[in-house]
């Protein structure tokens, strides 16, 4: 069956994660995707020398399945015409050089939509056009820096910050703009016309890290009710063999992970009962990292799923695969 997407056409000029994991998806959904790239090198993934299976990379299989590509020397006046004739014929157009390259490539997208208006360009740029930051380069690790991420992850103990090691906040905005793609064509049938998108990385990461990690800076006001974050109460615990997590969200999983670990009467206790634990979490790591310290992950996994608390094993990189929920 053909993909919702069948018969939509991009042109994707971009390169790296955040463009081309966002039109991968757009191709997954039935779009034909054409990318083009630079002549010689193409995009910057596909000169990785990790994880290499002969011509092709990970991270370039990773983020452009399912897609056409051509070689296009976009400094030539010759590869901007060709460019232009594929635009002509689209649906979409996407994206992420810095702002005014693509200006001074003969690829103004205002240009592009007067040729075609029922285009769709996106552009995609780490800080936006406008503001103090517009013109500097940018990758994934230093949004994170500015939008709270990395100042997250730290534990109740008070350890120090660290980044997210994958690229969160590239593949936010992937998911942004395909979303905002689709959104755009819906619009497209009731009107008849084409739309400009721009889209930036610290937005997106703003507005992605906003809903749980800015819940101390929400309410303005002198009258908030203080608390913690609960990211920062998650725990790695370690067993016998290996380690684990669960989460208590609730009286029920409070009381099973008290029963899965052999200490069912805790949950009367008035320190350490429900919901008061957690005022108390010193006391309840206490009592309850011993126990765990002492079982094999299999054996504290299986007590806890049996009496309904959230819990699974820390999996290393090369045993995710191996996972009977994820076959």
């Not at 240009?111 to 769709?120: E, G, K, Q, V, W």
């Not at 350890?159 to 979303?179: E, F, G, H, N």
């Not at 309840?284 to 699974?312: H, K, Q, S």
Request: net charge negative; hydrophobic share 40%.
């Amino acid at each position: 069956m053909a993909g919702p997407l069948d018969g939509i056409r991009i042109i994707d000029l971009t390169q790296v994660l955040a463009g081309p994991f966002a039109t991968m998806l757009l191709a997954d959904q039935g779009a034909e995707v054409i990318k083009v790239e630079p002549v010689a090198v193409g995009d910057l993934l596909r000169a990785t020398k990790s994880f290499r299976k002969g011509e092709l990379t990970a991270f370039a299989a990773n983020n452009n399945r399912g897609k056409k590509s051509l070689a296009v020397d976009l400094r030539d006046p010759a590869g901007q015409a060709i460019v232009r004739e594929l635009a002509g014929s689209a649906d979409v157009f996407i994206q992420n050089f810095r702002p005014g390259v693509v200006a001074r490539l003969g690829l103004d997208p205002d240009d592009l939509r007067a040729a075609n208006p029922r285009l769709i360009t996106t552009s995609i740029s780490g800080f936006g056009t406008t503001g103090p930051y517009a013109d500097r380069p940018v990758y994934d690790p230093i949004i994170q820096a500015l939008t709270g991420h990395i100042a997250m992850q730290r534990t109740e103990e008070g350890d120090a910050p660290d980044l997210i090691r994958t690229v969160v906040v590239d593949k936010s905005t992937a998911m942004t703009a395909a979303q905002a793609v689709t959104a755009a064509l819906f619009a497209r049938e009731r009107s008849g016309q084409g739309q400009h998108i721009e889209m930036n990385m610290l937005d997106v990461g703003t507005s992605f890290f906003w809903p749980d990690g800015m819940m101390a800076n929400t309410f303005l006001d002198d009258d908030v009710t203080p608390g913690r974050h609960i990211g920062q109460m998650y725990t790695v615990t370690e067993c016998a063999d290996g380690r684990l997590v669960y989460w208590t969200a609730s009286e029920p999983n409070l009381r099973g992970f008290y029963a899965a670990i052999g200490i069912p009467e805790t949950i009367d206790d008035p320190e350490l009962g429900w919901p008061y634990y957690r005022s108390n979490r010193d006391e309840f790591m206490a009592l309850t990292r011993p126990i765990l310290a002492a079982m094999t992950v299999d054996e504290a996994v299986g007590r806890m799923v049996e009496n309904d608390v959230p819990c699974g094993p820390v999996l290393e990189l090369d045993e995710v695969h191996l996972d009977p929920q994820v076959q």
